[in-house]
């Protein structure tokens, strides 16, 4: 399973950006799907999240700014994002994550990430 990220780049604050992430490889509309970010020497965080039902999640940070989408025909999902703020400035990362069940009937979850894309937010 790869993971493509795309649609960063230099936006002044107040504006708005869309980030993509296509998947190639299993099945995308079994995916929970999610973007984190992350700041040098910080940790990577949640930003989004959307479940293969379409369920949404957004951190507070970015709840009523962002909006989570996702495509199963195009096995893509997006990150709208809006208002921007400085720091919103990251690198954005998309994750996969496909939940199976073992022989023991645990469930057990598969990550793939990909390779993040920087979002530079000026003022």
């Known amino acids: 399973v790869q993971l493509q990220a795309s649609g960063g780049g230099l936006v002044q604050v107040g504006g708005s950006l869309r980030l993509s992430c296509v998947v190639s490889g299993g099945t995308f509309r079994n995916y929970n799907m999610a973007w984190h970010r992350q700041t040098p020497g910080k940790q990577r965080v949640l930003v989004a999240r959307?479940?293969?039902?379409?369920?949404?999640y957004y951190a507070a940070s970015v709840k009523g700014r962002a909006t989570i989408s996702r495509d199963n025909a195009k096995n893509t999902q997006y990150l709208q994002m809006n208002v921007l703020k400085p720091e919103d400035t990251a690198v954005y990362f998309c994750e996969a994550e496909e939940v199976h069940y073992n022989d023991a009937g645990e469930a057990v979850a598969d990550t793939y990430w990909g390779q993040g894309t920087q979002v530079t937010v000026s003022s």
């Open positions: 959307i479940s293969s039902g379409g369920s949404t």
